[in-house]
T-cell receptor, first 110, second 115 residues
Framework: RKEVEQDPGPFNVPEGATVAFNCTYS??????FFWYRQDCRKEPKLLMS???SGNEDGRFTAQLNRASQYISLLIRDSKLSDSATYLC???????????FGSGTRLSIRP | DTGVSQDPRHKITKRGQNVTFRCDPI?????LYWYRQTLGQGPEFLTY????????KSRLLSDRFSAERPKGSFSTLEIQRTEQGDSAMYLC?????????????FGPGTRLTVT
């Protein structure tokens, strides 16, 4: 079992829709959680950190469920420009324990 | 531009040759990381520096790979005797000493093709 697992997608949704995807992690000692966005053939870019209490940044909401060991990302009123791969990142104890998921591909159609 | 920069952006080499990549992190960032990413996968950790000290190295990293950060600023990653399996995107990231967890900022990457 992978340490961090994501549904690879693709999620294909119409513009304006709400879309959500999860990321599960296996190590209960995980301490920090992030969502990154990666456009095709570009570098990952930090989208948001995920706090225990959940956090929101504009149309994006991230949640952490420690009991079930998953984090989620919700995108409201999706835009064409949201089309990208979304990488979940989980870290614990040290730099080498920064684990990236394989990403979820999201495609927004007009 | 004050972001992370990497050079070269693309490198094509023949099997058996040595290659060296450079990373310039964000100037005030003490932490520097190297990752490798192949198609359809997330970045895979290679090594980590805090200032000039190489503190961690992936056990997946063979002895053909070496990295340095001699003055705690830029870093180089060298691959000796390249193999076709080394073809990948090599990403560098940096992060500040303070801040939440390991919030990282990535460079544009060096795409290596070994023929």
């Amino acid at each position: 079992r992978k340490e961090v697992e994501q549904d690879p997608g693709p999620f294909n949704v119409p513009e304006g829709a709400t879309v959500a995807f999860n990321c599960t992690y296996s190590n209960s000692a995980s301490q920090s959680f992030f969502w990154y966005r990666q456009d095709c053939r570009k570098e990952p870019k930090l989208l948001m950190s995920v706090y225990s209490s959940g956090n929101e940044d504009g149309r994006f909401t991230a949640q952490l469920n420690r009991a079930s060991q998953y984090i989620s990302l919700l995108i409201r009123d999706s835009k064409l420009s949201d089309s990208a791969t979304y990488l979940c990142v989980v870290s614990y104890s040290s730099a080498s324990k920064i684990i990236f998921g394989s990403g979820t591909r999201l495609s927004i159609r007009p | 531009d004050t972001g992370v920069s990497q050079d070269p952006r693309h490198k094509i080499t023949k099997r058996g040759q040595n290659v060296t990549f450079r990373c310039d992190p964000i100037s005030e960032h003490n932490r520097l990381y190297w990752y490798r990413q192949t198609l359809g996968q997330g970045p895979e950790f290679l090594t980590y520096f805090q200032n000039e000290a190489q503190l961690e190295k992936s056990r997946l990293l063979s002895d053909r790979f070496s990295a340095e950060r001699p003055k705690g600023s830029f870093s180089t990653l060298e691959i000796q005797r390249t193999e076709q399996g080394d073809s990948a995107m090599y990403l560098c990231a940096s992060s500040p000493m303070t801040g939440i967890g390991y919030e990282q900022y990535f460079g544009p990457g060096t795409r290596l093709t070994v023929t």
